[in-house]
């Protein structure tokens, strides 16, 4: 679809210009209203995304919800099937190792794999979202077709900079999943 092509590109632009002491600023922001949502607060196994340079800083929230005995489980990618499997760690310095694309994801010769169905509060990225909660990711459909096949109780929170939430609706397809909230700075 060409319009999410065009907002993707838009807004990678923008993540891409910003200064890293204004994504620090504006990720703690984020944090701390991750912390004061009451679902998220509630959940004993959070499955996080883990950041790249430009989003969300993903990575001190990983370390605190460990700290605070929080289970946590954090994504691999299979490229070929384009699907997630999640893996639960103890330690973000010593369990993750670059993988697919770059992105850090579970040495999953290490660790176990967790099934969705234990997710309490699922973490999810984006490039592009709206004020109903759509998302647009990086493209490849592999956060889709995860979120899909979770039980629509499990909380489903997106962390965005204020500048990645459209005031219009979002292009959506059949497969996209509608996210329960979106928190941002």
């Known amino acids: 679809m060409e319009a999410k092509k065009d907002l993707r590109q ?20 984020v944090e701390t209203k991750l912390w004061s949502c009451q679902e ?9 995304f883990v950041s790249m340079p430009e989003e969300v800083d993903t990575h001190t929230m990983i370390d605190r919800a460990l700290a605070e005995g929080k289970r946590v489980a954090v994504p691999c990618s299979d490229l070929k099937t384009k699907k997630l499997f ?9 369990h993750l ?11 999953s010769s290490r660790g176990k794999e967790v099934a969705p169905t234990q997710a309490t509060c699922v973490i999810v990225p984006g490039v592009v979202f709206d004020k109903k909660n759509h998302r647009i990711g990086h493209g490849a459909g592999f956060y889709d077709r995860f979120l899909d096949r979770l039980d629509p109780t499990i909380k489903k929170i997106g962390l965005a900079y204020s500048f ?13 999943v509608v996210l329960d909230e979106v928190i941002t700075d």
């Open 10 to 29: 838009a807004v990678q632009l923008r993540l891409l210009a910003q200064s890293v002491q204004d994504r620090a600023r504006r990720s703690k922001v």
């Open 86 to 94: 999640f893996y639960e760690i103890s330690d973000r310095n010593s």
């Open 97 to 107: 190792k670059p993988g697919a694309c770059g992105i850090l994801e579970p040495d």
């Open 164 to 176: 990645q939430v459209m005031i219009k609706d979002l292009p959506q397809e059949v497969h996209d």
């Open 40 to 48: 998220f607060q509630k959940a004993k196994w959070v499955f996080f």
